[in-house]
């Protein structure tokens, strides 16, 4: 940036539509559901900004519908993972260069585009590939996408700013460097914003990525590499590969010019990771910045002041939206034995008031999980608790898979608060229920804290101040995002920075700066005006 300080469109998050029936925003989207479904695409690798097919292909299918195919994907050999690397250097050359505002007026770019032309597409396309209700898709695949998009070019531009103090002899300045490298991005199904925000918010501060999406969400992602490609992201900048996790991983990491993982998914998938990068250290050029946002056992807590309708909506809503597959999502709920009785009443109605089946039918709150593998998971699960002393299913329990993996919104009532299911991410529409004594709130509070390796999300009901006050403090560090009064899930870019520790993740923070400077290898720069000619300092006489 050579000829002026530009600044960028403050920064608002993107009003979500209501899709009440006859609204436009129901019809476009689903007008755009129906063609989408009765046509098929096929998804090549996305190298230098050329379409590569491979020939090797695998089939896409709705999660609720999993004998229609909606089109198939290409996976890559070794050999094309190294063309993705070697071309993203390639481009760095450039890219690296790239004035900021040309960076930032790309990036806006694709904001308006998902928020106009692509909104009902990429709505569509989240609906039919994950399996979102059209309500799920909105606050995900367009409003969190076009939030990262926006806050974080105001994020950058905020950093550029963080300059150190000169005097009237020297002037210091402070160069945001890209790392020097490559990124790789490894993107999980659950969120199409997140997808796209792994590899965009590194390409923003002028890195060049290797992309990889997770199976189950290709169909989707390929709507964002069209927008990407719309808004002018150039060639070789973020290059998308599918195939082969382990294989494709083993690829990039093996490169010198590894700089940076950008990952979202499993902790077990992510510490394996983490190992190889050990495994290879001595090979990099750079110490390559790891962030990881993982897995979660997310609470709620109910004190006996609690208002026990706020409490089960906060359950209904913060354990089965998208079928419990939140990173953020209830899945173990401790309630007072005093509110109990009309926490399960208020629970119970509002369950049996669900409706599942294609998000399609738009009055469906309940659709289908991700894929088989996720499907069987569940089912064990809930198996295990119909044959179990210390377990109890109060509500649900069915599930069938017969035309897409349908899982009916469960809920445990154990008598062990270290029952299996309270302890394990099982990522899907199942809940667990601990009913604790009123006057053990304080070791509630510490069993809570202790019960799970995570640390990701958490909510804490009362109408009591002292009792909020010791939740806040006894549960300090086991959620990286804390609820007072509401339910663990629903982060909103730019006003509740997302990320957990423990187990749960490096907690960088994504939709704030924090997570933007780990992209970034500072340069302090010092000019010395009138440079001194004498090495004699006045001391020595
Ligand atoms: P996953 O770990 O199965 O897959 C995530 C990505 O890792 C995919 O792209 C996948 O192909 C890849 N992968 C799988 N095995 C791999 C391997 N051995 N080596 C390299 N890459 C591999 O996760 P998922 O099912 O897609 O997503 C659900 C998980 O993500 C849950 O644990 C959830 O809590 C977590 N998640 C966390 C956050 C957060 O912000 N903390 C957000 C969304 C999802």
Redesign the pocket.
Known sequence: MGKGFFEVPIAVNEPVLGYAPGSPEREAVSKTYKEMYNSTIDVPLYINGEHIATGNTATMSPPHDHQHVLGTYHKAEKSHIDQAIATALEARKKWSQMPWEQRAGIFLRAAELIAGPYRAKINAATMLAQSKTVHQAEIDAACELIDFLRFNVQFMTEIYHEQPESTSGAWNRLEYRPLEGFIYA??????TA?SANLPASAALMGNVVVW?????QVYSAKVILDVFQEAGVPPGVINMVMGD??MI?DTVLASPDFSGLHF????H?FK??WQKIGTNIHHYKTYPRIVG????KDFIVAHKTSNSKQVATAIARGAFEFQGQK?SAASRCYVSKSIWNDVEKYLKEDLASFTMGSPEDMSNFITAVIHEGSFDKLASYIDQAKSDNNAEIIAGGGYDKSKGYFVEPTVIKTSDPKYTTMCT?L?GPVVTIYVFEDDTWEETLHLVDETSEYA?TGAVFSEDRYALEMGIKILENAAGNFYVNDKPTGAVVGQQP???ARA??TNDK?GSKLNLYRWVSPRMIKETFVTPTDYRYPFLG
């Open positions: 490894i993107t999980p199904f659950n969120f997140i990889k999406p997770s199976d189950s996790p382990v991983t979202t998914g499993s902790t998938v394996d990771i946002e993982t897995g979660g990173c991410e990522f990701l997302f990320g957990g749960s993740g994504a």
